[in-house]
C-alpha cells in the first residue's frame, strides 16, 4: 500500500464523559508505536479557561507539566506514560487559548478588517494547531476531543476535524468514536440506543465514524456488534468492544486483540507487513503488573484528597515503583489539616512511607509540617514534592536549627525567619500577577548523596511548577542543623533537593518528578522510596498494619 505524509486520528465521545477517551487513545498510541510508527497526541478542550494552571483542582484534577513548560490537561500524563514521548505546550489547546489567539489576530489587523467569525477563523485556527503537530518526524497524530458529541462548547472543534480530512485527504484521517453500551440488570440485556443516539448526533455535525469503540462492563456479543454496524453504517470489523480492564495497563492487549490497530492500520494505507507489531515488552509489563503483590502501605498526606485525580501523576509514579519491586501499592489519602489529630493518636504508625505532595494555599501546611517531623523523629521514608520540600525546610528550621516561627513568606508574610521565599530578582514581577517556575530545569547533584545514587548522575533534569524557592540566606544555618541541599541549580543559587544523612530515606525535591515517571521505568525518587518503605513493612509487626480509605 502507499504511504504519503502524516496520518490523523481524531478520538470523539458520545452518551456520557469519563469513559476512558484518553486512555483509549494512548492504548491505540501504544500499539501503533509498537508497530515501529513514531506518533504523538494532543487533546483538544472545550473549557474557556486559557489552560488549567489557574483552576481549582477540585474542578480539573491535577494540572500535568510538559518540557517546555505547558500547563496542561491530566490526560497528557496518559499519553506520556503510555507512548513514551515528552509532548509539549502545542500538545493541548482550549476553547479560551484558541480564542485569546483569534482575538489578537484581529487586534493587530491580521484579518484585514474582515468579520471575524468561527467560521473560517476560529476553526482555522484549531486546524492550524492540529497541524502543526504534524512534522516531518511523525508518523501518526492522535487528537482527543474533549467533552461529548452533543455539547454546545465543542461544536467548532466538530466542525474543525470535520473540515479537516477534506484538507488533508480521506486517505489520511480517521474518526474514532467512544460510547457506551450499558447492561440493564432487570432485563438482562446489553442496550446500543444510546450508541445509535450518539452516531446519530455525530453523523448530524457531518462526520461518519469509522471505527466505534463500545466501553462496557462485559463483553459486546457478535449479534450486537452485527446490529451497531447495521445502523451505525460501520463494517463489523470496526465494531470494537473495550470491557473494563483489571488494569489500564492492560487496555492495549484488549485492544489488539479486538483487532482496532490492524483495522486503522489499513485504514490510513499503511502497508501492515512493512508494520509488524512487537507487544512482546508491553506483556512482560503487564506480567509485572499482576505479579506485584508484596504489600507496601503509603500515605499520600494532601489537601485535595477528596479527588484523587488532582495527585493522578504522584499515584500513577507510586504504582510504577510498586512493579519494579513486585510490590502492590496500597494507597491512603491523609487529609493534610488531620495530621496534628492524627498524630495525637499515633495515626501514622501504620504506614510504610508517605509522601507529601505539591499544593498552593494555606490550608493544611501545618499538617504537612507535622507529618515532615513525624517521618524524621521515626524513621519514616518521606518523599516531598514542591511544596513537600518546602515544609521539609521548614520543619528542620523550626526543630533542627532554632529558627522559632520558620515559614514560608507564602502563607506568613511576616515572619521573622522567611525559610522559603520568592527569590529577589522575583518580586517585582510577583506584585504584578506573578511569575512561575515552569518546566525543565536542570540541577547539579551533590556527588555520594542519596539522590546522586539514585538517579545514577549528577546532573538531571527535571519539571517545575512553583513560584518560592528555598531562602539561599538560611542554607548555611539549616545545613549546620544537619540538612543536606543534595542538588543544586547549575549557578548555586537554587535548592532542587534536600535529604538527611542517616534517615532510611527522608528526600525532598523542588520539582515534580512523578511527570516523568514511565510504567516500565519508574522514577528513580518512587523506586527508593518504595523500596525504603518495603524494607519498613517487611520488618514490621503485621498485627500494627490498619489500613484505613485505600486508594
Same mark, same amino acid.
Given at each position: 500500500?502507499?504511504?504519503?505524509? =502524516? *496520518?490523523?486520528?481524531?478520538? =470523539?465521545?458520545?452518551v456520557? !464523559?469519563?469513559?476512558g477517551?484518553?486512555?483509549?487513545?494512548?492504548?491505540?498510541?501504544?500499539l501503533?508505536?509498537?508497530?515501529?510508527l513514531?506518533? =504523538?497526541?494532543?487533546?483538544?478542550d472545550?473549557?474557556?479557561?486559557?489552560?488549567?494552571? @489557574?483552576?481549582?483542582?477540585?474542578?480539573?484534577g491535577?494540572?500535568?507539566?510538559?518540557?517546555?513548560?505547558?500547563?496542561?490537561?491530566?490526560?497528557l500524563?496518559?499519553?506520556?506514560?503510555?507512548?513514551d514521548?515528552?509532548?509539549?505546550?502545542?500538545?493541548?489547546?482550549? @476553547?479560551?487559548?484558541?480564542?485569546? !489567539?483569534?482575538?489578537a *489576530?484581529?487586534?493587530?489587523?491580521?484579518?484585514?478588517?474582515?468579520?471575524?467569525?468561527?467560521?473560517?477563523?476560529?476553526?482555522?485556527?484549531?486546524?492550524?494547531r492540529?497541524?502543526?503537530?504534524?512534522?516531518?518526524?511523525?508518523?501518526?497524530?492522535i487528537?482527543?476531543?474533549?467533552? =461529548?458529541?452533543?455539547?454546545?462548547?465543542?461544536?467548532?472543534?466538530?466542525?474543525?476535524?470535520?473540515?479537516?480530512?477534506?484538507?488533508?485527504g480521506?486517505?489520511?484521517?480517521?474518526?474514532?468514536?467512544?460510547?457506551?453500551?450499558?447492561?440493564?440488570?432487570?432485563?438482562?440485556?446489553?442496550?446500543?440506543?444510546?450508541?445509535?443516539?450518539?452516531?446519530?448526533?455525530?453523523?448530524?455535525?457531518?462526520?461518519?465514524?469509522?471505527?466505534?469503540?463500545c466501553?462496557?462492563?462485559?463483553?459486546?456479543?457478535?449479534?450486537?456488534k452485527?446490529?451497531?454496524?447495521?445502523l451505525?453504517?460501520?463494517?463489523?470489523?470496526?465494531?470494537?468492544?473495550?470491557?473494563?480492564a483489571?488494569?489500564?495497563?492492560?487496555?492495549?492487549?484488549?485492544?489488539?486483540?479486538?483487532g482496532l490497530?490492524?483495522?486503522?492500520?489499513g485504514?490510513?494505507?499503511?502497508?501492515?507487513?512493512?508494520?509488524?507489531?512487537?507487544?512482546?515488552?508491553?506483556?512482560?509489563?503487564?506480567?509485572?503488573v499482576?505479579?506485584?503483590?508484596?504489600?507496601?502501605?503509603?500515605?499520600?498526606?494532601?489537601k485535595?484528597?477528596?479527588?484523587?485525580?488532582?495527585?493522578? !501523576?504522584?499515584?500513577? !509514579?507510586?504504582?510504577?515503583?510498586?512493579?519494579?519491586?513486585?510490590?502492590?501499592?496500597?494507597?491512603?489519602?491523609?487529609q493534610?489539616?488531620? +495530621?496534628?489529630?492524627?498524630?495525637?493518636?499515633?495515626?501514622l504508625?501504620?504506614?510504610?512511607g508517605?509522601?507529601?505532595?505539591?499544593?498552593?494555599?494555606?490550608r493544611?501546611?501545618?499538617? *504537612?509540617?507535622?507529618?515532615?517531623?513525624? #517521618?524524621?523523629?521515626?524513621?519514616?521514608?518521606?518523599?516531598?514534592?514542591?511544596?513537600?520540600?518546602?515544609?521539609?525546610?521548614?520543619e528542620?528550621?523550626?526543630?533542627?536549627?532554632?529558627?522559632?516561627? #520558620?515559614?514560608?513568606?507564602?502563607f506568613?508574610?511576616?515572619?521573622?525567619?522567611?525559610?522559603?521565599?520568592?527569590?529577589?530578582?522575583?518580586?517585582?514581577?510577583?506584585?504584578?500577577?506573578?511569575t512561575?517556575?515552569?518546566?525543565?530545569?536542570?540541577?547539579?547533584?551533590?556527588?555520594?548523596?542519596?539522590?546522586?545514587?539514585?538517579?545514577?548522575?549528577?546532573?538531571?533534569?527535571?519539571?517545575?511548577?512553583?513560584r518560592?524557592?528555598?531562602?539561599?540566606?538560611?542554607?548555611g544555618?539549616?545545613?549546620?542543623?544537619?540538612? +543536606?541541599?543534595?542538588?543544586?541549580?547549575?549557578?548555586?543559587?537554587?535548592?532542587?533537593?534536600?535529604?538527611?544523612?542517616?534517615h532510611p530515606f527522608?528526600?525532598?525535591?523542588?520539582?515534580h518528578?512523578e511527570?516523568?515517571?514511565?510504567?516500565?521505568?519508574?522514577?528513580?525518587l518512587f523506586?527508593?522510596? +518504595?523500596?525504603?518503605?518495603?524494607?519498613?513493612?517487611?520488618?514490621?509487626?503485621?498485627?500494627?498494619?490498619?489500613i484505613g480509605?485505600?486508594?
Amino acid at each position: 500500500m502507499r504511504e504519503s505524509g =502524516t *496520518k490523523y486520528i481524531f478520538f =470523539t465521545g458520545g452518551v456520557s !464523559s469519563s469513559l476512558g477517551k484518553g486512555l483509549t487513545a494512548s492504548s491505540l498510541g501504544r500499539l501503533l508505536k509498537c508497530r515501529g510508527l513514531r506518533v =504523538t497526541m494532543c487533546k483538544l478542550d472545550p473549557y474557556i479557561n486559557v489552560d488549567p494552571g @489557574t483552576m481549582n483542582p477540585f474542578e480539573h484534577g491535577e494540572v500535568f507539566v510538559t518540557e517546555d513548560g505547558g500547563e496542561t490537561d491530566l490526560d497528557l500524563g496518559h499519553y506520556e506514560r503510555f507512548i513514551d514521548e515528552n509532548l509539549r505546550k502545542g500538545s493541548n489547546s482550549t @476553547t479560551g487559548g484558541i480564542y485569546s !489567539s483569534v482575538i489578537a *489576530k484581529e487586534r493587530r489587523g491580521d484579518y484585514l478588517g474582515k468579520t471575524v467569525q468561527v467560521i473560517p477563523h476560529v476553526t482555522d485556527e484549531i486546524k492550524k494547531r492540529i497541524r502543526g503537530l504534524g512534522t516531518d518526524d511523525v508518523d501518526v497524530v492522535i487528537v482527543e476531543i474533549g467533552g =461529548t458529541v452533543g455539547d454546545i462548547e465543542i461544536v467548532p472543534f466538530i466542525e474543525a476535524i470535520r473540515q479537516f480530512r477534506r484538507d488533508v485527504g480521506r486517505e489520511n484521517v480517521c474518526y474514532v468514536h467512544l460510547t457506551l453500551v450499558p447492561y440493564l440488570g432487570p432485563s438482562g440485556e446489553q442496550k446500543t440506543k444510546p450508541t445509535q443516539h450518539s452516531v446519530t448526533e455525530l453523523r448530524s455535525r457531518g462526520i461518519q465514524p469509522n471505527v466505534i469503540v463500545c466501553r462496557s462492563d462485559r463483553m459486546i456479543s457478535d449479534d450486537l456488534k452485527r446490529k451497531i454496524s447495521l445502523l451505525c453504517d460501520v463494517p463489523i470489523e470496526a465494531v470494537v468492544s473495550a470491557v473494563d480492564a483489571d488494569n489500564i495497563y492492560q487496555i492495549p492487549l484488549v485492544l489488539h486483540e479486538e483487532g482496532l490497530d490492524g483495522y486503522i492500520l489499513g485504514l490510513l494505507e499503511f502497508d501492515e507487513a512493512s508494520h509488524p507489531i512487537d507487544l512482546s515488552g508491553w506483556e512482560r509489563l503487564v506480567h509485572q503488573v499482576d505479579a506485584a503483590v508484596r504489600p507496601v502501605h503509603i500515605g499520600i498526606i494532601g489537601k485535595y484528597v477528596d479527588l484523587p485525580d488532582a495527585y493522578l !501523576s504522584v499515584v500513577e !509514579s507510586l504504582r510504577h515503583a510498586g512493579f519494579h519491586h513486585g510490590a502492590k501499592v496500597q494507597i491512603e489519602w491523609v487529609q493534610a489539616a488531620t +495530621v496534628p489529630d492524627l498524630l495525637e493518636r499515633d495515626g501514622l504508625r501504620s504506614f510504610d512511607g508517605l509522601v507529601i505532595p505539591g499544593g498552593f494555599g494555606e490550608r493544611g501546611v501545618e499538617g *504537612k509540617i507535622a507529618a515532615a517531623r513525624y #517521618a524524621r523523629e521515626h524513621d519514616l521514608p518521606l518523599l516531598g514534592l514542591c511544596l513537600g520540600l518546602q515544609v521539609m525546610v521548614i520543619e528542620v528550621a523550626r526543630s533542627l536549627a532554632g529558627l522559632e516561627g #520558620a515559614h514560608s513568606r507564602e502563607f506568613d508574610a511576616t515572619t521573622r525567619h522567611p525559610v522559603v521565599d520568592l527569590m529577589d530578582d522575583q518580586n517585582d514581577v510577583a506584585e504584578k500577577g506573578g511569575t512561575m517556575r515552569l518546566g525543565a530545569c536542570p540541577a547539579q547533584l551533590l556527588a555520594g548523596s542519596q539522590v546522586a545514587e539514585a538517579y545514577g548522575a549528577e546532573v538531571v533534569t527535571e519539571r517545575h511548577r512553583h513560584r518560592y524557592e528555598v531562602n539561599p540566606r538560611y542554607r548555611g544555618a539549616l545545613e549546620d542543623a544537619g540538612l +543536606v541541599c543534595s542538588g543544586m541549580s547549575p549557578d548555586g543559587r537554587l535548592v532542587e533537593f534536600i535529604e538527611l544523612p542517616g534517615h532510611p530515606f527522608w528526600v525532598g525535591t523542588q520539582a515534580h518528578p512523578e511527570f516523568k515517571s514511565r510504567p516500565g521505568r519508574p522514577h528513580p525518587l518512587f523506586r527508593e522510596l +518504595v523500596g525504603a518503605a518495603l524494607e519498613r513493612a517487611e520488618g514490621r509487626d503485621p498485627r500494627l498494619i490498619d489500613i484505613g480509605a485505600v486508594g
